[in-house]
Protein backbone atom coordinates (compact mmCIF):
# COMPACT_ATOMS: atom_id res chain seq x y z
CA UNK A 1 0.00 0.00 0.00
CA UNK A 2 0.87 3.75 0.47
CA UNK A 3 3.25 5.13 3.14
CA UNK A 4 2.94 8.96 3.89
CA UNK A 5 5.55 9.66 6.70
CA UNK A 6 5.73 12.76 8.56
CA UNK A 7 7.74 14.07 12.25
CA UNK A 8 5.27 13.07 14.61
CA UNK A 9 5.94 16.02 16.58
CA UNK A 10 7.57 19.64 16.33
CA UNK A 11 7.91 22.59 18.57
CA UNK A 12 8.78 26.14 17.01
CA UNK A 13 8.98 29.87 18.90
CA UNK A 14 5.78 32.62 17.92
CA UNK A 15 7.01 34.87 14.93
CA UNK A 16 9.24 32.17 13.74
CA UNK A 17 9.23 30.10 10.44
CA UNK A 18 8.25 26.15 10.54
CA UNK A 19 9.02 23.18 8.19
CA UNK A 20 7.06 20.53 8.07
CA UNK A 21 8.24 17.36 6.01
CA UNK A 22 6.19 15.00 4.11
CA UNK A 23 7.94 11.58 2.25
CA UNK A 24 5.49 9.22 0.38
CA UNK A 25 6.21 6.39 -2.04
CA UNK A 26 5.69 8.05 -5.98
CA UNK A 27 3.97 5.76 -7.61
CA UNK A 28 0.25 6.02 -7.91
CA UNK A 29 -0.08 9.34 -6.05
CA UNK A 30 -1.51 12.09 -7.86
CA UNK A 31 -1.18 14.88 -5.72
CA UNK A 32 -1.19 16.21 -1.77
CA UNK A 33 -2.99 17.87 0.26
CA UNK A 34 -2.50 19.58 4.10
CA UNK A 35 -4.66 19.61 6.15
CA UNK A 36 -4.76 21.38 9.66
CA UNK A 37 -6.41 19.92 12.55
CA UNK A 38 -6.87 21.54 16.13
CA UNK A 39 -7.51 19.16 19.03
CA UNK A 40 -11.51 18.10 19.22
CA UNK A 41 -11.82 19.39 15.95
CA UNK A 42 -12.06 18.21 12.20
CA UNK A 43 -9.38 18.56 10.10
CA UNK A 44 -9.52 21.67 7.59
CA UNK A 45 -8.06 21.98 4.29
CA UNK A 46 -5.13 24.22 3.93
CA UNK A 47 -3.35 23.43 0.24
CA UNK A 48 -3.12 21.01 -2.61
CA UNK A 49 -0.38 20.70 -5.13
CA UNK A 50 -0.71 18.67 -8.02
CA UNK A 51 2.42 20.07 -10.13
CA UNK A 52 5.97 20.50 -8.75
CA UNK A 53 6.66 23.70 -7.05
CA UNK A 54 5.64 26.32 -4.32
CA UNK A 55 2.30 27.29 -3.94
CA UNK A 56 1.66 29.94 -1.36
CA UNK A 57 -1.25 31.28 0.35
CA UNK A 58 -0.87 34.14 3.09
CA UNK A 59 1.57 32.70 6.19
CA UNK A 60 1.28 29.25 4.68
CA UNK A 61 3.53 27.67 1.75
CA UNK A 62 3.37 24.40 0.21
CA UNK A 63 5.64 22.57 -2.18
CA UNK A 64 5.64 19.33 -3.88
CA UNK A 65 8.21 17.39 -5.65
CA UNK A 66 6.94 14.15 -7.17
CA UNK A 67 9.90 13.09 -8.43
CA UNK A 68 11.62 13.11 -4.85
CA UNK A 69 7.92 11.74 -2.99
CA UNK A 70 8.52 14.54 -1.46
CA UNK A 71 6.75 17.44 -0.05
CA UNK A 72 6.76 20.59 2.66
CA UNK A 73 4.52 22.88 4.56
CA UNK A 74 5.60 26.12 5.36
CA UNK A 75 4.29 28.24 7.98
CA UNK A 76 5.71 31.61 8.48
CA UNK A 77 5.13 34.52 10.77
CA UNK A 78 3.79 31.68 13.79
CA UNK A 79 0.87 32.57 15.74
CA UNK A 80 -0.17 30.40 18.94
CA UNK A 81 -2.95 29.92 17.49
CA UNK A 82 -1.04 27.48 14.24
CA UNK A 83 -0.56 25.12 17.59
CA UNK A 84 -2.15 22.01 15.91
CA UNK A 85 -1.86 18.86 14.10
CA UNK A 86 -0.59 18.81 10.14
CA UNK A 87 -1.81 15.95 8.31
CA UNK A 88 -0.06 15.27 4.60
CA UNK A 89 -2.08 13.35 2.31
CA UNK A 90 -2.22 11.87 -0.56
CA UNK A 91 -4.97 11.68 -3.34
CA UNK A 92 -4.83 7.95 -4.52
CA UNK A 93 -4.62 7.37 -8.03
CA UNK A 94 -4.92 4.25 -8.35
CA UNK A 95 -7.87 1.48 -8.25
CA UNK A 96 -9.75 3.90 -5.55
CA UNK A 97 -9.37 7.24 -7.73
CA UNK A 98 -9.85 10.19 -6.05
CA UNK A 99 -9.52 8.98 -2.47
CA UNK A 100 -6.89 10.64 0.09
CA UNK A 101 -4.48 8.60 1.96
CA UNK A 102 -3.39 10.26 5.20
CA UNK A 103 -0.40 10.65 7.12
CA UNK A 104 -0.37 10.38 11.28
CA UNK A 105 -0.01 13.88 11.61
CA UNK A 106 2.38 16.31 12.87
CA UNK A 107 1.90 17.80 16.16
CA UNK A 108 3.28 21.67 15.98
CA UNK A 109 3.38 23.08 19.56
CA UNK A 110 3.89 27.54 19.43
CA UNK A 111 5.70 28.61 22.31
CA UNK A 112 5.79 32.02 23.34
CA UNK B 1 -24.00 26.62 3.50
CA UNK B 2 -24.17 24.76 7.17
CA UNK B 3 -21.25 22.28 5.68
CA UNK B 4 -21.15 18.38 6.27
CA UNK B 5 -23.73 17.72 9.36
CA UNK B 6 -23.04 14.81 11.34
CA UNK B 7 -25.17 12.98 14.16
CA UNK B 8 -24.43 12.64 17.29
CA UNK B 9 -21.66 14.29 18.29
CA UNK B 10 -21.05 12.04 20.89
CA UNK B 11 -22.13 8.60 22.01
CA UNK B 12 -21.59 6.22 24.38
CA UNK B 13 -23.13 2.34 24.40
CA UNK B 14 -22.48 -0.90 26.30
CA UNK B 15 -20.27 -3.42 24.50
CA UNK B 16 -22.25 -4.98 21.81
CA UNK B 17 -25.08 -2.76 21.16
CA UNK B 18 -25.73 -1.20 18.05
CA UNK B 19 -24.64 2.43 17.02
CA UNK B 20 -25.53 4.28 14.07
CA UNK B 21 -24.03 7.32 12.43
CA UNK B 22 -25.40 9.60 10.82
CA UNK B 23 -24.12 12.38 7.42
CA UNK B 24 -25.75 14.89 5.64
CA UNK B 25 -23.08 15.62 2.97
CA UNK B 26 -22.20 19.22 1.50
CA UNK B 27 -25.51 19.55 -1.11
CA UNK B 28 -23.82 19.34 -4.46
CA UNK B 29 -20.61 16.92 -3.71
CA UNK B 30 -20.31 13.86 -5.63
CA UNK B 31 -18.28 11.79 -3.01
CA UNK B 32 -18.74 11.24 0.93
CA UNK B 33 -16.12 9.45 2.73
CA UNK B 34 -16.43 7.74 6.26
CA UNK B 35 -12.99 7.88 8.02
CA UNK B 36 -12.15 7.05 11.81
CA UNK B 37 -9.32 8.27 13.72
CA UNK B 38 -7.51 7.09 16.57
CA UNK B 39 -4.12 7.52 18.27
CA UNK B 40 -2.55 5.05 17.51
CA UNK B 41 -4.05 4.46 13.79
CA UNK B 42 -4.74 8.20 12.78
CA UNK B 43 -6.84 8.89 10.56
CA UNK B 44 -8.33 5.83 8.19
CA UNK B 45 -10.86 5.51 5.20
CA UNK B 46 -13.45 3.20 5.98
CA UNK B 47 -15.38 3.58 2.61
CA UNK B 48 -16.44 6.16 0.43
CA UNK B 49 -18.97 6.30 -2.02
CA UNK B 50 -19.51 8.38 -5.06
CA UNK B 51 -23.12 9.16 -6.57
CA UNK B 52 -24.36 7.31 -3.66
CA UNK B 53 -22.63 4.30 -5.08
CA UNK B 54 -19.67 3.02 -2.43
CA UNK B 55 -16.75 2.49 -4.70
CA UNK B 56 -14.47 0.99 -2.09
CA UNK B 57 -15.04 -0.54 0.83
CA UNK B 58 -11.78 -2.13 1.95
CA UNK B 59 -11.07 -0.11 4.95
CA UNK B 60 -13.76 -1.17 6.73
CA UNK B 61 -12.83 -3.29 9.26
CA UNK B 62 -15.09 -6.32 9.68
CA UNK B 63 -18.52 -7.53 9.09
CA UNK B 64 -19.91 -5.47 12.30
CA UNK B 65 -19.52 -2.35 9.65
CA UNK B 66 -22.14 -1.15 7.48
CA UNK B 67 -23.12 1.92 5.40
CA UNK B 68 -25.60 3.13 3.27
CA UNK B 69 -25.93 5.70 0.99
CA UNK B 70 -29.92 5.95 0.11
CA UNK B 71 -29.51 9.18 -1.43
CA UNK B 72 -27.50 12.24 -2.35
CA UNK B 73 -28.50 14.34 1.15
CA UNK B 74 -27.59 11.19 3.78
CA UNK B 75 -25.52 8.17 4.66
CA UNK B 76 -25.39 5.76 7.92
CA UNK B 77 -22.40 4.37 9.17
CA UNK B 78 -23.72 1.43 11.57
CA UNK B 79 -21.60 -0.97 14.04
CA UNK B 80 -23.21 -3.76 15.10
CA UNK B 81 -22.95 -5.09 17.80
CA UNK B 82 -20.18 -2.74 18.90
CA UNK B 83 -16.92 -3.71 20.64
CA UNK B 84 -15.04 -1.43 23.07
CA UNK B 85 -11.60 -1.42 20.60
CA UNK B 86 -14.28 0.51 18.12
CA UNK B 87 -14.07 3.79 20.63
CA UNK B 88 -12.97 6.38 18.17
CA UNK B 89 -13.88 9.95 16.82
CA UNK B 90 -15.73 9.04 13.46
CA UNK B 91 -15.86 11.96 10.89
CA UNK B 92 -17.67 11.86 7.68
CA UNK B 93 -16.38 14.12 4.43
CA UNK B 94 -17.58 15.22 1.27
CA UNK B 95 -16.13 16.52 -2.38
CA UNK B 96 -17.58 17.39 -4.91
CA UNK B 97 -15.93 15.47 -8.72
CA UNK B 98 -12.68 17.21 -10.05
CA UNK B 99 -10.45 16.53 -12.52
CA UNK B 100 -8.77 13.42 -10.91
CA UNK B 101 -11.80 12.17 -9.20
CA UNK B 102 -12.48 13.94 -6.44
CA UNK B 103 -11.36 17.09 -5.13
CA UNK B 104 -10.65 18.67 -1.90
CA UNK B 105 -12.68 17.18 0.97
CA UNK B 106 -14.57 19.17 3.88
CA UNK B 107 -15.37 17.29 6.88
CA UNK B 108 -17.68 17.61 9.16
CA UNK B 109 -17.34 17.72 12.87
CA UNK B 110 -16.94 14.02 13.94
CA UNK B 111 -18.80 11.80 16.21
CA UNK B 112 -16.67 10.67 19.54
CA UNK B 113 -17.89 6.97 20.16
CA UNK B 114 -16.90 5.34 23.48
CA UNK B 115 -17.72 2.07 23.88
CA UNK B 116 -17.73 0.55 27.12
Known amino acids: GQNIDQPTEMTATEGAIVQINCTYQTSGFNGLFWYQQHAGEAPTFLSY????GLEEKGRFSSFLSRSKGYSYLLLKELQMKDSASYLC?????????????FGKGTKLSVKP | DAGVIQSPRHEVTEMGQEVTLRCKPISGHDYLFWYRQTMMRGLELLIY????????DSGMPEDRFSAKMPNASFSTLKIQPSEPRDSAVYFC??????????????FGPGTRLTVL
Open chain 1, 89 to 101: AGMNYGGSQGNLI
Open chain 2, 93 to 106: ASSPAGVYGTDTQY
Open chain 1, 49 to 52: NVLD
Open chain 2, 49 to 56: FNNNVPID
